[in-house]
């Protein structure tokens, strides 16, 4: 997402005014703010990670859920005078009615600074930079499940009207041209071929379910170890 546009240098407190966003949906505040002043020579030889800043310092936020919590092992680099930025975020309450959220964001530095970024990112991220994406697919995942569950009832539906309507067609010409019982041979079979077929329709997650679980048994060959496996007969012996 792009960040929320700010001019470069920001006043002393009494003239500094602060942000006020309107953020559609779920999301989260990132900040980040030149504090404390750094000498950019001293950035260039390595001085580590930027200073966190202290809790007096800490930006005051009305809309979020959490208050600021710094983002481990990121910054942002910016090219002019070679700084380094800590990188702050929070996630912000939930939604109104509306589907809008209204946070107001305030600085609270000392004196003026420099270079402030603020970002906000959809979704309430709450784990490690690392892991979100991980999260954010699975979230996504279960937010489709019901549709993929409607989907899959429907085919399971329509696989068993298609084999039940064959199965009556045919046994319907076989009753037409050979009365019972003379056609019961030929009806036990149709029976028995269809039989599964209905049932693999109507059970096809339980069923795979149950081959999934029990996989490992139909592997070959059989893993050092494992009944079958050579190393089980050398130690059978």
Not at 55 to 83: H, T, W
Not at 123 to 146: A, H
Not at 188 to 210: D, K
Not at 213 to 237: L, S, T
Request: contains cysteine.
């Amino acid at each position: 997402e792009p960040p929320v546009p700010l001019p470069w240098r920001q006043p002393a407190p009494n003239r500094r005014r602060s942000v006020d966003l309107m953020v559609r949906g779920v999301g989260t505040l990132y900040v980040a703010a030149h504090w404390p002043r750094i000498d950019p020579q001293a950035a260039l030889r390595g001085r580590g990670a930027p200073p966190t800043w202290s809790d007096e310092e800490m930006p005051r936020l009305r809309g979020g859920a959490v208050r600021f919590q710094r983002v481990e092992g990121f910054s942002i680099l910016v090219s002019a005078n070679s700084i380094e930025l800590p990188l702050y975020r929070a996630a912000l309450q939930q939604p109104d009615d509306s589907g809008w959220t209204r946070v107001k964001l305030s600085f609270r530095f000392a004196d003026p600074f420099e270079a402030p970024v603020v970002i906000v990112r959809s979704g309430c991220i709450c784990t490690t930079e690392e892991d979100w994406p991980v999260r954010e697919f699975t979230i996504e995942l279960r937010e489709v499940q019901p549709l993929r569950d409607h989907a899959l009832g429907y085919m399971k539906k329509g696989i068993l009207n298609l084999l039940l309507a064959a199965y009556i067609a045919h046994t319907g010409r076989i009753l037409f041209h050979r009365p019972w019982p003379g056609c019961s041979p030929e009806v036990a079979l149709i029976s028995i071929g269809f039989a599964p077929a209905m049932v693999m329709a109507m059970c096809t997650e339980w069923i795979l379910g149950r081959m999934m679980r029990h996989k490992d048994a139909f592997e070959w060959p059989p893993q050092p170890g494992e009944r079958g496996g050579p190393d089980f007969w050398r130690a059978a012996r």
